[in-house]
């Protein structure tokens, strides 16, 4: 299994010469690949001890870039630091249909009443 690393420790690796980012809740130390980063050092040193992930899908990063990334990883955030999303679509779609059902139940049963 590999090594699990709490946000916590992460933070504290924000720094120019000791630099860790998560992305897709991999932690990678890109210390060394900063100065050899093509998008720049700024653009990794504004994820500096943090979560990137959005920032580097927004990019739009080669696979040579996901490629090498593997060089860098060290091991994976902790379970417990995971956000767990919340499926917004999902709730905001039973609420739709709930409500769908019960306005249709109201109408069948007036319209029902009418006769
Ligand atoms: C270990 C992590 C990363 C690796 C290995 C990596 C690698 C690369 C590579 C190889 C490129 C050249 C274009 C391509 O092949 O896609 C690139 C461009 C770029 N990267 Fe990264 N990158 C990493 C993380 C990030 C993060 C976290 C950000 C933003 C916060 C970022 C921002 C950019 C930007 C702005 C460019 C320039 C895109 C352009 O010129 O159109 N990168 N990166």
């Keep these: 299994m590999s090594k699990e690393i709490t946000l916590a420790t992460v933070k504290e690796h924000n720094k120019s010469n000791d630099l860790w980012i998560i992305i897709e809740?991999?932690?990678?130390?890109?210390?060394?690949?900063?100065?050899?980063?093509?998008?720049?050092e700024d653009?990794?040193?504004?994820?500096?001890?943090?979560?990137?992930?959005?920032?580097?899908?927004?990019?739009?990063?080669?696979?040579?870039?996901?490629?090498?990334?593997?060089?860098?990883?060290?091991?994976?955030?902790?379970?417990?630091?995971?956000?767990?999303?919340?499926?917004?679509?999902?709730?905001?779609l039973a609420v739709g249909a709930i409500f769908l059902g019960i306005t249709l139940v109201y109408l069948l049963k007036r319209g029902l009443a009418k006769n």
């Design 43 to 92: 653009s990794l040193l504004s994820v500096a001890g943090r979560d990137g992930t959005k920032d580097f899908i927004d990019v739009g990063h080669s696979q040579d870039a996901r490629n090498m990334m593997k060089k860098y990883y060290i091991g994976d955030l902790a379970a417990s630091d995971i956000k767990k999303k919340v499926p917004l679509k999902e709730i905001g």
């Design 25 to 40: 809740n991999k932690v990678y130390d890109v210390t060394k690949f900063l100065n050899e980063h093509p998008g720049g």
